[in-house]
């Protein structure tokens, strides 16, 4: 009997220590896992970082970027696209105005009554989705849908359809257009869901004048402009410090006022204000300094529009969402926190931004909203609130890395501008020369009005970036439906039209100038037949096929010759010696302006091109002026990582050593 019941007791603590044993062998696998997700999460972190030391290198490669765009077609990621708008509404504006809004979420038909002394804004608006089979068909199909709409809505107001003054309309059309007039441009191609063949490379506001004659509207199509620019206009409306305008709904854009004579790629283009609107397409801005994920490469890889639109992809509302998939689905199947990975994860598009923002601004404690979308949206049930706390945690990861990636977007063009408190990049005065003006930045867009961490992280990151004394002068005005009452508005300051004078339209790097003596030739030492470039090679190739594009823009142009005598904040003057070249550098930050004023020689250019490059000073613009005998390159140069050079005496004295030694290898005397 003894025997029997140590043997049953025996029996049970065997038992029970399999048991314990299985249980402490579950949580083992279970923490791995759970190290595991946090694993990703803290790579995630990791690479989506946005410290502020890097947010202002992203400042100055977007200030840089512009420069580029500027300078030469071609010459940047960034298109810096004319717009030819050459005024903004200043608020004295009266009549009514009409405009028509293609090319965001829906079609919209507007009317404005203005009446002078900057007098609210209140457009009635009609709003039509367009009928997909029109999205796809022809051209005049589409024009003549839009004309019948308008059409009607003429005929709904007051306004007569037959009456005998022309009104004025301003169409936006936010689609890439090369511009011509500030009412007239080409397409260059359809995005979105438009797909019309037979207009592509056809004027735009021409095809919609003639579809309004065909309907019997008495209207004149009098600017054609995309939504950034309707929204800067209405800004500045409302505020005449405005000088910017960014998007952040769909996807991202920006424009902002610019000196024509900062508009290097159009020679003698001339407006009355001195200014004109640049629309920057900053979606497609490019730099290494930008964070990237594996998700984001991934994101890239299988969307439509491969190395396209890189800034847009991790900043807009089209994309959030997904990012936010891809580590969801990433963690599902690395663990099994999420339970058997949802076929729903695999999905692309399956998390849009709106739900993606909902979790992130669930503030319950149990995250029921959380676990609501996870069930309803992806078809994850039961995620335990660990695991929802996760979530969270990373949208908040990728809303903040996009709305910090915006603010600097934003400085950068500030900086641009000379008005983020350091005087620009070619400036060369201190910060505390700088007396700071007010300065306002239109901004519209649902991921910006209607998604409020992502707002908030925006301005904080503006706060970081540009200091307290600095942002106090900066003013975001969040804008309603700029793109269409904006363009309303653009009609009327531009009714009396003609303001746009074109000296000449010379586009930098559109055309080869053979006539001058200095000859770039291609020093590339890397091309070999049939070999295929590395990257670092293509990267070479593609910054030399830049430089040439510069030193093609060969000018020679009598009104520059003042500059042969300039007054030199830092001279080389080293007019006794056997070379006479006088160097001037003005230094600003990572940024320098070289003017080299000397005697024209065949193929100099080309190897002082190379010896900066080899002292770490890139070239972003160059311009070379020649009169008579001499030659002035005017060139703005990079200070990359590396550079030995700090004052710009250094810089100069080191410039003056390089062309010593092209002289000395060349023979010249
Ligand atoms: P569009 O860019 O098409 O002119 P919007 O400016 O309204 O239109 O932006 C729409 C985009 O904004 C949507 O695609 C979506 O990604 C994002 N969005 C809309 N509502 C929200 C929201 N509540 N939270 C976060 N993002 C939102
Ligand atoms: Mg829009």
């Not at 019997?216 to 620019?229: F, I, Y």
Request: aromatic share 6%; glycine share 8%.
């Amino acid at each position: 009997m003894g025997k029997v019941v140590l043997g049953v007791t025996v029996g049970v603590a065997v038992a029970a220590c399999a048991v314990a044993a299985l249980v402490v062998g579950r949580r083992v696998r279970s923490r791995k896992k759970w190290k595991r997700v946090v694993g990703v999460l803290k790579e995630l972190e990791e690479s989506c970082e946005t410290t502020v030391g890097r947010l202002r290198q992203v400042v100055d490669a977007m200030a840089v970027e512009m420069h580029a765009g500027l300078a030469s077609e071609g010459g940047s990621k960034l298109k810096m696209l004319l717009t030819f708008v050459d005024n903004l509404p200043s608020g004295s504006e009266k009549g009514i105005f009409y405009a028509l809004d293609l090319g965001g979420t829906n079609f919209r038909v507007l009317r404005v009554e203005l009446g002078g002394q900057r007098s609210n804004v209140d457009p009635d608006v009609e709003q039509q989705p367009i009928p997909e089979q029109l999205m796809t068909g022809r051209s005049e199909d589409l024009f003549d849908f839009i004309a019948s709409t308008l059409h009607r809505f003429v005929e709904k107001g007051n306004d007569s359809v037959q009456y005998s003054i022309t009104k004025e309309l301003g169409f936006t059309f936010s689609f890439p257009v090369k511009q011509t007039s500030v009412s007239s441009g080409v397409l260059i191609k359809w995005t979105k869901a438009f797909a019309i063949k037979d207009m592509v490379g056809k004027e735009v506001a021409g095809a919609l004048q003639q579809a309004l004659a065909r309907k019997g509207l008495n209207m004149r199509v009098a600017v054609l402009v995309n939504d950034t620019v309707g929204t800067l206009a209405l800004g500045h409306y409302h505020d005449a410090d405005t000088v910017a305008a960014v998007i952040i709904g769909t996807g991202t854009n920006a424009c902002y006022w610019e000196r024509t004579d900062a508009i290097i790629k159009c020679q003698g283009l001339l407006t009355t204000s001195g200014g004109m609107v640049v629309n920057m397409e900053w979606g497609n801005f490019w730099s290494s300094h930008l964070p990237r994920t594996s998700y984001d490469i991934d994101l890239d890889a299988e969307s439509p529009n491969p190395n396209d639109q890189g800034f847009e992809k991790m900043i807009s509302g089209m994309y959030l969402g997904d990012i936010v998939r891809r580590v969801i689905l990433r963690m599902s199947e690395e663990s099994d926190i999420f339970g058997p990975v949802s076929s729903r994860l695999y999905v692309p598009f399956a998390l849009r931004t709106p739900a993606m923002a909902a979790m992130h601004e669930d503030d319950s404690p149990e995250l029921t909203e959380v676990a609501r979308i996870l069930q309803d949206v992806l078809d994850i049930p039961d995620v335990p609130l660990k695991a929802r706390k996760l979530v969270v945690k990373i949208c908040d990861v990728v809303t903040r890395r996009a709305a910090r990636l915006a603010a600097a977007g934003i400085v950068g063009i500030l900086k641009k501008i000379g008005r983020d408190g350091s005087g620009g990049i070619a400036g060369g005065r201190s910060r505390s020369d700088i007396k700071m003006r007010r300065t306002a930045v239109a901004v519209e867009g649902s991921l910006y009005t209607q998604y409020t961490m992502f707002r908030e992280y925006l301005h904080e990151a503006l706060h970081e970036i540009l200091g307290e004394d600095i942002v106090r002068h900066v003013v975001i005005n969040v804008t309603e439906d700029g793109s269409g009452t904006g363009a309303a508005l653009l009609a009327a300051s531009h009714s009396s039209s003609g303001s746009v004078q074109l000296i000449s339209f010379y586009t930098v790097g559109a055309s080869n100038n053979d006539d001058g003596d200095e000859q770039m030739t291609e020093t590339s030492t890397t091309d070999r037949p049939g070999v295929a470039r590395t990257e670092e090679e293509e990267q070479e190739h593609q910054r030399m096929a830049h430089v040439t594009y510069l030193l093609n823009a060969i000018v020679d142009n009598e009104q520059m010759k003042f500059f042969i005598f300039p007054k030199l904040p830092t001279q080389c003057d080293n007019s006794q010696s056997s070379m006479a070249a006088n160097i001037e550098v003005t230094m600003a930050e990572t940024h320098a302006d070289l003017k080299i004023l000397l005697k024209k020689r065949p193929r100099r250019l080309s190897k002082l091109v190379g010896g900066l490059q080899r002292l770490k000073l890139t070239v972003i613009n160059l311009n070379v002026t020649t009169a008579d005998e001499m030659a002035l390159y005017s060139i703005s140069v990079k200070i990359e990582e590396g550079c030995r050079m700090n004052t710009a005496d250094e810089i100069a004295e080191s410039v003056e050593q390089v062309l010593l030694g092209i002289q000395q290898e060349a023979g010249f005397s």
